[in-house]
């Protein structure tokens, strides 16, 4: 196994995104502490440490990102095609908590790299609306009109995250994401990904 001296936070270890990035990095061979609030559901955590951890409380974002070189930071409250349309200011609230505190403790931990789990909900709708729409750049999130509260509080962290970065000369990446799903992800109840009228 390769080996790397370099310790890395993935939040939102227990989801279908963070399990599989935390079982890459270990191959890596990153030393990787995972938080999340529950066990993954269907394949252990390749973590070589594991924290049950709230990140809504700033106490345990710093908890979390003490002695950390790099965080990838995928923990949300996002739902699925389940429940999306309903997310309401609860959702928001714990978004913006969490965001807000593993910002401010990467800065406060100095840490060197932050990662931002964004995703495809931040475009607009009008831009989303022919079926032959070309793909969507990054620059076409603007002017902003997310169809949901969900998409605005993405928009709004990839900023947060683009500040901090010029501010405190903190390294800061963003991706969005679309539609997920594979191997190991929920395919029932409100956090699937997809639906099927055979099921």
Known sequence: MPSNSKKVLVTGASGFIGNHL????????????????????????????FLFLDLRERKNCLTATEGIDYVYHLSANIGGV?????????????????????????????????????????????????????????????????????????????????NYSSDYDMETRIARYHNIYGPYGPWRGGERKSTSSSV
């Not at 270990?26 to 938080?35: E, N, W």
């Open 22 to 49: 935390v079982q890459y990095l270990v191959t890596k061979g990153y030393l990787v502490r995972g938080v999340g609030r529950e066990k993954p559901e269907f394949m252990q955590t390749s973590a070589q440490e």
């Open 82 to 162: 389940g429940f999306r349309a309903e997310l309401k200011a609860n959702v928001i609230r714990d978004n913006m908590l969490v965001n807000i505190h593993i910002l401010e403790a990467a800065k406060t931990n100095k840490v060197s790299r932050f990662f931002f789990s964004s995703s495809a909900a931040v475009y607009p709708v009008f831009k989303q609306m022919n079926a032959n729409v070309k793909g969507l750049k990054e620059n076409d999130a603007y002017p902003a009109d997310p169809p949901s509260e969900y998409g605005w509080e993405r928009l709004f962290t990839e900023r947060l995250c683009k």
